[in-house]
């Protein structure tokens, strides 16, 4: 079968596309994935096809990051700003990368694919969706947390049905947001549809949460047809899933150091994050990796001593469980990873999912949260210190590992989507 898989997003969003393409591959079917330009280099060296959608992304604009994960404004700004005034061209994009080759027999898409459920609906072709949090679901019964408006969420401490309010709120905030998606619609011929931000995402035929149940239990207002599969893992670099010699031999001397990393977009707008990441290192003589990503400016200018490593990139999967703890902004695909290794951690969140993903790993018992302006040298060290002297976070962590080395998200995801190819 011939299954084309389409997202928008960061490499958190797009790692899991590539696993289950590989999976899929593996079961002889024919995967295609559908994703911006950006992607390419990382996906086309693995065998599996590539097809652009609009609008692309610059993995080295600043400006948009910065734009995009301020935690007041981000979400609005990357819909209205960035993909809506774009949809027509996602639209076109996606038609043909479903239509090529013969066409296919499966479209699988994420929530900010808005162009998938209106290809879907225009070619017939059977459609499944997937959400990487739970956030995604904006579930009256677990509320989730608005990045602009955090006290809505503690709020339902006191009052346990303000959940219903929180996201009735939150459909008021967005009500003219997606016109853009509407007027499309019209222009093919098709009606208004369901709201394209809460509900139009979800499709009726599956609706796969590639999340573990460790991070959110069902809700009775989740779609129907909803399977939590668990989480689903890659993180190579076009296919490399080694660790660098000079990583290697840092790890090799000397105990487990602390790391710290803003994943893969975060870390275009790092602010001090790792010059005062370094001196908390310092202050405590404690050794660390510091994974600054390409930008020159994430080097701390104070001196770094022989305790500290810092590396571009390494693969979550080989570098987390020989870590004693992991500070990170609360990417769902960097918390996965965090929880996958069995280590406590520290949650530094910015916006969109990652304020909800915070407060879930902190509700488990294997985290502490810190906000981005309240990050600095001597709290973090206090933190690092309290994470570390406290054996409850490292024996909760490690319970959490167990629990989820039960699911396996990949065999599950990629059974149902034959399920429904064979229906």
């Known amino acids: 079968m011939r299954i084309v898989l389409s997202t928008f997003g960061t490499f958190g969003d797009v790692n899991p596309l590539i696993a289950l393409a590989l999976e899929l591959k593996r079961r002889s079917h024919r995967p295609a994935i559908a994703v911006p330009e950006m992607f390419r280099p990382k996906i086309a060296p693995l065998g599996i096809d590539f097809f652009p959608v609009r609008p692309d992304q610059d993995q080295t604009d600043k400006r948009l990051v910065a734009l995009i994960y301020d935690k007041k404004t981000g979400t609005e700004y990357g819909l209205r700003e960035f993909l809506f005034p774009a949809l027509r061209q996602s639209y076109d994009d996606l038609l043909a990368a479903v239509e090529a080759d013969g066409g296919a027999d499966l479209l699988m898409t994420g929530e900010l694919a808005y162009a998938g459920p209106i290809v879907a609906e225009k070619t017939g072709i059977p459609w499944a969706s997937y959400v990487l949090a739970p956030f995604s679901f904006f579930s009256a019964y677990d509320p989730p947390v608005l990045p602009p408006y955090p006290t809505l969420a503690r709020a339902q401490i006191v009052v346990p049905k303000i959940g219903h309010a929180v996201t009735r709120f939150a459909r008021y905030v967005t009500r003219r947001w997606p016109e853009p998606v509407y007027e499309l619609r019209r222009e093919l011929g098709l009606g208004r549809g369901e ?6 995402k979800h499709s009726e035929q599956l609706v796969l949460a590639l999340f573990s149940r460790m991070l959110g239990e069902p809700q009775p207002d989740w779609p129907e047809n909803t399977l939590i599969a668990g989480f689903v893992f890659y993180d190579g670099d076009a296919g490399n899933v ?22 893969s977009a975060a870390v275009l707008d790092a602010g001090d994050f790792y010059e005062q990441s370094a001196e908390a290192a310092r202050l405590l003589n404690l050794r660390a990796v510091l994974l600054v990503g390409n930008e020159p400016d994430n080097i701390p200018r104070l001196p770094v001593s022989e305790n500290i490593c810092i590396a571009k990139y390494a693969p979550y999967s080989k570098l987390f469980p020989r870590v004693s703890a992991i500070v990170h902004q609360g990417g769902v695909g960097t918390t ?8 406590p951690m520290i949650v530094m969140p910015y916006s969109h999912d990652q304020p909800d993903n915070a407060r879930r790993v902190r509700r488990l018992g294997v985290a502490k949260v810190v906000q981005r302006k309240n990050y600095t040298a001597e709290r ?44």
């Not at 660790?243 to 290697?248: A, F, H, Q, R």
């Open 336 to 343: 996965a990873q965090a929880l996958r290794s069995g280590k």
């Open 195 to 200: 709201d394209p931000i809460f509900d139009a």
């Open 380 to 423: 973090t060290a206090r933190m690092i210190t309290g994470l570390l002297s406290n054996p409850r976070y490292a024996q909760r962590a490690l319970e959490v590992q167990r629990e989820m080395a039960k699911e396996d998200g990949l065999k599950t995801a990629c059974d149902a989507l034959e399920k429904i190819m064979r229906r």
């Open 242 to 263: 080694t660790l660098s010699p000079e990583l290697e031999r840092f790890l090799n001397a000397g105990p487990p150091p602390v790391v710290f990393t803003l994943g």
